[in-house]
């Protein structure tokens, strides 16, 4: 039969099936007669018990009554049957929890605390949060110098403390100032008054006070009621009156005159009609400085009746501008002074003025009874007209837009036409940029672009048959060149046999001395003395020329030109022979030696590592050098060990590799180098041949296994054979360059580029 399970009221709360557990009518795991494995569940409950099934979450199935410690609160709480509330103590926490009456919750946010009524939350202090600060009341004890305890009441906002207030006035010891009240000038000793002590001036009360000993204007100064102007009665004041309204002051007894801001502009109105204004000043007496005729419209300036609209008594000094809109103004004046340097005619008050035909005949008109002197403008010449000569001043030029065009002896620089028929003796003479002096033609010099041209419809013609001397070196196709430039310029072609001189480098380097022998780089230097040419030894270390040359006959060469080429077709009959008529079968004698084709080679040690050798045969390779012989050939494979590099883009170069070359020629016999092939590892491999740990690393042919008894021979004999032997030679097409980049005649041949020959 099954468990029927009830609560402590009787009710039944899960009827438990034999065998079964149940695991969502409670927190606990409900235990069904006869369920296997029951130990472990019953121990959890009892786990869970102890602990108050303590969790950041409340249990997912609880009944009323039950028990649960809020690990994230730290807080044993009761379930309700409706939720988990506190079972006791206060709650510390950000957001108000679950609360019955009589709880109490510290907001740790805003640091206040506050219990629940039942109904509703009531806070209990402080007054004010975390976020306003200190405010509000502060009730403090302060001991005084005279040794007594005096009650004080401190009043601060938002954690500023704005004042005291006291009951007497008393000195507080210095140890118990309000540092707030002291003031290095009004208050040193902190001193506390009876009645209200605020902590700065600019506290203001607001709303009505019966009496006050002193009020305290804008700027915080405190004054007596003395101190103010009376309103019903006489008074002086030895400060200024401020009236800071636009009606202003009215004075007279009919209210005659008001000063007032009136349409933007300070206004003097008299209010009554034809009410003259005098404005006095005491000069020693008083006298009437400004006087408006209100009836007649005139204003005189130091002129008591002024009998015009202006009436001036006395000089006129005007800063601004004057217009005079009348028909006539005369000017009764013994000197007239105008400060301005310009004076303008024929414009009118509103700035507006004509065109040319308007301006004709204006200008300046001298009246005399000699007749008139006059510097108008004529519009039908369009220029200035002078009736009178013009003489200037010693020094003095005529000019033309700021240019010097004629001056007492000398024409300006900028008058490039004239209809000048004659000229006397020219000891100099510019044209534009050219200069003529003597037998001397000159660019100008201050201009580094400049250079002369001629030009002519015919071809141009030196008379005489004389030399043209003094060409520098061309730089283009057309430039004019010295007989010993076209001497050191000209191309050379040879054929020449190389059979049995190498390949590659040392070929070339060969060819270039060949080419240096019959075509020296260098030249047959110019003499600074020409007597000398019997005595001067040439390049190269030639002899001296013969003695039968003079200055007179001697043609000097001259060194090549930078880039001059040489093109040599190479003969060689080093290869391509070909034998006839000769029986060598018939008279050779052969001896064989059985031996086994098992291949073994000693390992050599490396001594040098060198990159880069210069062979275009074997592109990018790597040249190595042992300390003994090697007898290794090309083709064969070998194994590099032990290798190591100071520096580089490679820590060595240890590997597999391919004898590209068994030797250098000039090492010949001796085999002590060859070269292996780097392409595929050593991009921009470079040592400088001095990086490399010398005696560490080393080389060894890979041995080849094969089968015993190979024959091999042992020696050949030949008896007398007769017969022919023909060759086919190799022929090559090379092209040489001198190097001679500085032209100062230093150069030498060096090999460029091999090229395609058409037979």
Not at 264 to 284: G, H, M, S, W, Y
Request: aromatic share 8%; proline share 3%; net charge negative.
């Amino acid at each position: 039969m099954g468990y029927k399970l009830n609560k402590t009221d009787g009710s039944l709360l899960v009827d438990l099936i034999d065998g079964q557990i149940d695991t969502t009518s409670s927190d606990l795991t409900l235990i069904g007669r006869n369920y296997t494995g029951f130990g472990e569940v019953l121990n959890e409950n009892f786990i869970k018990v102890l602990e108050n099934f303590a969790n950041t979450t409340a249990p997912a199935n609880p009944i009323k009554g039950q028990l649960w410690y809020d690990s994230s609160e730290n807080k044993l709480k009761i379930y309700n049957g409706t939720a988990f509330v506190s079972g006791g103590g206060t709650t510390v926490a950000t957001t108000q929890p679950n609360m019955v009456a009589g709880d109490l919750w510290i907001d740790s946010s805003k640091q206040q605390m506050y219990f629940f009524d039942g109904t509703a939350l009531k806070l209990v202090g402080p007054d004010y949060s975390l976020a306003q600060g200190t405010s509000g009341w502060e009730v403090i004890s302060i001991l005084d110098t005279q040794n007594q305890t005096r009650t004080v009441i401190k009043f601060s906002i938002q954690g500023s403390l704005v004042g005291a207030w006291a009951n007497v006035d008393f000195t507080p010891v210095p140890t118990q100032q309000i540092t707030e009240l002291v003031n290095a000038t009004t208050n040193p000793n902190g001193a506390i008054y009876k009645g209200f002590n605020a902590v700065q001036d600019s506290f203001i009360y607001r709303g009505v006070v019966s009496k006050a000993q002193n009020l305290t204007n804008a700027a915080g100064i405190p004054r007596t009621g003395d101190q103010y102007l009376y309103a019903d009665a006489n008074d002086t004041t030895t400060g200024s009156i401020t009236v800071q309204n636009n009606a202003g002051v009215i004075v007279g007894l009919n209210n005659n005159t008001q000063l007032k801001f009136d349409s933007n502009a300070f206004t003097i109105e008299n209010v009554l009609t034809n009410q003259d204004f005098n404005l006095k000043v005491r000069n020693p007496t008083a006298t009437s400085a400004i006087k408006v005729d209100a009836t007649n419209s005139y204003v005189g300036i130091f002129q008591a009746t002024p009998t015009k609209t202006l009436d001036v008594g006395g000089d006129v000094n005007i800063s601004g501008n004057l217009t005079v809109s009348g028909t006539q103004t005369n000017i009764s004046v013994t000197n007239l002074q105008v400060k301005d340097k310009n004076i303008e005619l024929a414009i009118d008050d509103a700035g507006v003025f004509g065109d040319d035909t308007a301006a004709d005949q204006g200008g300046i008109i001298l009246k005399s009874t000699g007749g008139d002197k006059s510097f108008v403008w004529a519009d039908g010449t369009d220029s200035w007209t002078s009736s009178e000569n013009i003489d200037l001043a010693v020094g003095k030029t005529f000019k033309v837009n700021t240019n010097i065009v004629l001056s007492e002896t000398t024409l300006g620089s900028q008058v490039v036409n004239s209809s000048l028929t004659n000229v006397g003796t020219l000891t100099a003479l510019q044209i534009d940029e050219i200069m003529i002096d003597g037998m001397t033609i000159e660019a100008d010099s201050s201009n580094a672009s400049n250079k002369i041209q001629l030009k002519s419809p015919q071809p141009i013609t030196i008379m005489d048959s004389q030399r043209i001397t003094g060409l520098g070196t061309p730089a283009d196709p057309s430039d004019a060149v010295t007989k010993a430039y076209v001497d050191g310029s000209v191309s050379v072609g040879i054929e020449l046999d190389i059979s049995g001189q190498g390949s590659g480098t040392t070929l070339w380097n060969w060819i270039c001395k060949v080419l240096e022998d019959l075509y020296p780089a260098k030249g047959y230097s110019a003499l600074s003395n020409p007597n000398a040419w019997a005595t001067y030894a040439q390049p190269n270390g030639e002899p001296p020329l013969n003695t039968n040359v003079t200055a007179a006959n001697a043609v000097p060469i001259g060194s090549k030109s930078h880039g001059v080429l040489a093109r040599v077709r190479t003969v060689d009959y080093g290869s391509g022979g070909a034998v006839s008529g000769i029986n060598v079968d018939g008279v050779k004698l052969i001896d064989y030696s059985p031996v086994d084709q098992t291949v073994t080679a000693a390992q050599r040690t490396i001594n040098a590592v060198v990159t880069g050798v210069d062979d275009n045969s074997l592109g990018q390779t790597t040249k190595l050098t042992m300390t003994v012989s090697h007898y290794y050939e090309a083709g064969q494979a070998v194994v590099v060990t032990g290798t190591t590099f100071g520096a580089g883009p490679v820590a060595n170069i240890n590997g597999n590799y391919t004898v590209q070359a068994a030797e250098f020629i000039a090492e010949s016999p001796n085999y002590v180098s060859l070269t292996i092939n780097l392409d595929s590892s050593a991009t921009g491999l470079n040592f400088a041949g001095g990086n490399y740990n010398a005696n560490s690393g080393t080389i060894e042919r890979t041995p080849v296994v094969g089968n015993a008894n190979k024959q091999v021979v042992e020696d050949i004999t030949f008896s007398t054979a007769s017969g022919n032997i023909g060759f086919t030679p190799t022929r090559t097409l090379l092209q040489f360059i001198v190097n001679d980049p500085s032209g100062n005649g230093t150069g030498a041949w060096e090999y460029d580029r091999t090229l395609t020959h058409s037979t």
